[in-house]
């Protein structure tokens, strides 16, 4: 263990380990250089026992001091640590969901500027969901009503009424037991205002309150990025599928290269925009084109909808830049790595902020102005192209690696699939698949990177070995990204690594579905970005409506096998809340105490029928998804044997 943290060939990625050896000796520094720097990790900070919350602090617990200065024990330093990182994720997620819908609201009110309803489609499939009539009316006026929804959800303080994008969107099941352990959110900025207060020194104490509010607090995310997710498609268009490629060989040497890089698409979607445009101005400037391409979600974001090429994920942002071809990197929101500016001076790279509570000291900052969108997107690619004048041939050294990748399966993509199969019933598909024997489940694969992982590793091993045992995957955000580059989003993948099972319903898909698709189905489902986990989520539901049965029953697993983020405590805590194994892939900072540890692993499944479990070995945490999936099948078949014996229902427990 102790050697592997040493080393920083720390990845699995061809085009990263190529970057990574030509930058061996240069001094340039990226975060592969930092991780071996920075060990050993202290060992504290890694139980969860480090308080720094008051300014006694740090107290750490050790064999000496059993407490902190105010008497606080290891229970309560990490709950109140964990919900503090449930906290950083909800906010991040719900001022993303906020952003979109403020947009959307000067829609509604008649100026949009360059921003105008895309899906008006999406727009009547969303109202109707959260109860907004739309009979007889114009889209300006369905979409006031939405966004008023929205905005609700976001401010309402009054207690006895919940986020409607939960209470509409979740199975009736599962909103009662939200009820019945009272961690309904009344609205985000309530529930973020609550639990600041909560975790403040000398407020709660009491770990299993902790625990519990955190999953109120994670529950704030769901609404917060379902709002994203549905305002985004309305405003952009709902994914369909897309044929594209990705990694590091998709940067052009005889092109502006324009990596987008964050989270939002309110800006990247203009800066693309604006670069189809502006091809002269490159030409003008010796340059072939423009290329745009992306890095984390904003890449997602892209992708989906515009076909723009993934050119990595998040570890490897850094790496990118030390191709020497990227002439500019424009960032909006999460999960920025800081150290992009300093590789971004030893090149003629610019690195571009534009959010005013994002900004890097001596990069470019360009106010993302929404009244003139468009405008500022082109500000953006002049740039780029004047960047380009200075790019130095000599440091240019791209990685000659790129894969062919098949992505836009938004769920609404997804259900066309299956109802070419089955058109009354198209989840019938899946659940008929899983009776049959002919897939063991549904799986899907989200969150980060996380050097405490051999980088992609964990997310190719996992998936590979579930494709082979015949489970249906989906994924999103930096796990996207790895299938990706890795070359894991296409037909061949079917052809490589699924199993019988698994290769016969892609078959039988792309059968039914022939003619409509330009390309082949991929091994993996391409679901969007991080905010998009509410698509797999949907998909869920939809099995769990289809079954009838509550979602702890539905042979549905989540997977974070490199997680990083504070938003993947959210977004975790939330599947486990709402009914589903979830497997990540790194320690969280929990160990220090064994009750916090027993609520996650075990008194979860309980409460909930989700549970968390921790491994960081990929073919361990594999078979350990692949039982949660089969004890789901296997006590579904039981319940429904001994209800024929019985002629009763099938059980509601799990
Ligand atoms: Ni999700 Fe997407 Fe990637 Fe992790 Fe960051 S980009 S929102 S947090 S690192 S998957
Ligand atoms: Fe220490 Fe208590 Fe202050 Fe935390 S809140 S830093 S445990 S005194």
Redesign the pocket.
């Known amino acids: 263990m102790a050697e592997k943290k040493k080393d920083r060939n720390n990845t699995i990625d061809p085009a990263a380990l190529e970057v990574l050896a030509k930058t061996k000796d240069s001094g340039i520094e990226s975060a592969y250089d930092r991780y071996v720097n920075m060990q050993p990790q202290c060992q504290y900070g890694n139980a969860g026992v480090c308080c720094s919350i008051c300014l006694q602090g740090p107290c750490r617990i050790t064999k000496k001091a059993s407490k902190g200065i105010c008497g606080a024990t290891p229970y309560t330093i990490v709950a109140r640590n964990l919900l503090r990182h449930a906290l950083g994720g909800t906010a991040c997620h719900s001022d993303h969901g906020l952003h979109i819908t403020m947009v959307m609201k000067e829609i509604a009110d008649g100026h949009g500027g360059d921003y105008t309803v895309t899906d008006s489609g999406k727009l009547k499939r969303v109202a109707e969901k959260i109860g907004v009539s739309v009979d007889g009316r114009s889209d300006q006026e369905v979409l006031k009503d939405v966004v008023g929804v929205a905005m609700e959800d976001f401010s309402r303080l009054e207690k006895g009424k919940y986020c409607t994008w939960l209470e509409k969107t979740v199975i009736p099941a599962r909103m009662e037991k939200n009820l019945d352990c009272n961690i309904a959110p009344n609205s985000i900025h309530k529930t973020i205002t609550e639990s600041m207060a909560q975790t403040h020194m000398g407020m709660d104490a009491d770990p299993v309150n902790l625990v519990f509010q955190s999953l109120k607090t994670a529950l704030c995310d769901y609404v917060g990025m379902h709002i994203a997710t549905d305002l985004s498609d309305i405003l952009f268009g709902t994914p369909t599928p897309v044929v594209s490629e990705a990694n590091m060989g998709v940067l052009e040497e005889k092109m502006v290269n324009i990596a987008l890089h964050g ?1 939002n698409p309110i800006l990247s979607e203009m800066v693309v925009k604006a670069a189809r445009e502006m091809q002269d101005e490159a030409k003008a400037a010796g340059a072939e084109g423009i290329k745009c391409m992306g890095i ?2 904003t890449g ?1 974001e892209v992708l989906m909808r515009q076909g723009v090429p993934p050119l990595t ?2 570890l490897s942002q850094e790496l990118a830049i030390m191709t020497g071809a990227v002439d500019a990197m424009v960032v909006d929101v ?2 920025i790595m800081p150290g992009v500016q300093t590789v971004a001076e030893c090149f003629h790279t610019k690195i571009i902020t534009t959010i005013p509570n994002v900004k890097i000291p001596s990069s470019y900052y360009v106010d993302f102005d929404e009244t003139r969108a468009l405008e500022t997107g082109r500000e953006i690619v002049r740039i780029a192209i004047e960047a380009f004048k200075e790019r130095d041939a000599s440091k240019v050294s791209i990685p000659q690696i790129k894969n062919k990748v098949v992505a836009g399966f938004s769920l609404e993509a997804f259900e066309e699939l299956l109802a070419a199969v089955n058109p009354d019933a198209p989840y019938k598909v899946i659940t008929d698949a899983i009776d049959s024997g002919e897939l063991a489940g549904v799986c899907l694969f ?4 996380n050097l405490k992982v051999k980088h992609d590793e964990n997310h190719s091993t996992i998936a590979k070995e579930l494709a082979k045992n015949n489970v249906l995957i989906v994924a999103t ?3 996207a ?1 790895t299938y990706a580059k890795l070359g894991l989003l296409n037909s061949d993948a079917v052809e490589q690594y699924a199993g019988d099972g698994l290769k016969a319903f892609i078959k039988r898909l792309d059968d039914a579905n022939k003619g409509k698709l330009q390309e082949s189905l991929p091994l993996i489902f391409h679901m969007g ?3 998009d986990n509410t698509r797999a989520y949907d998909l869920c539901t939809e099995m769990a409506k289809q079954m009838e049965m509550d979602i702890p029953k539905v042979p549905f697993v989540a997977s974070a096998p490199e997680a ?2 504070e ?2 405590v959210s977004i975790g805590s939330w599947f486990v809340t709402l009914g589903v194994p979830v497997h990540v892939g790194v320690i969280p900072p929990i160990p220090g105490s064994p009750l916090v540890v027993g609520i996650a692993l075990q008194i979860a499944q309980d409460v909930y029928g989700g549970y968390f479990m921790w491994e960081e070995d990929p073919m361990v945490a594999s078979k350990m998804l692949l039982d949660a999936l089969g004890e789901r099948t296997w006590k579904l078949r039981v319940h429904k044997m001994a209800a024929e014996k019985y002629e009763t229902a099938i059980s509601p427990t799990w």
């Open positions: 989270h984390c979600c997602n994920n998040f999460q999960c989200a969150g980060c990177n955000g930096c796990a990204g970005s991080c905010v990083m983020s938003k993947a």
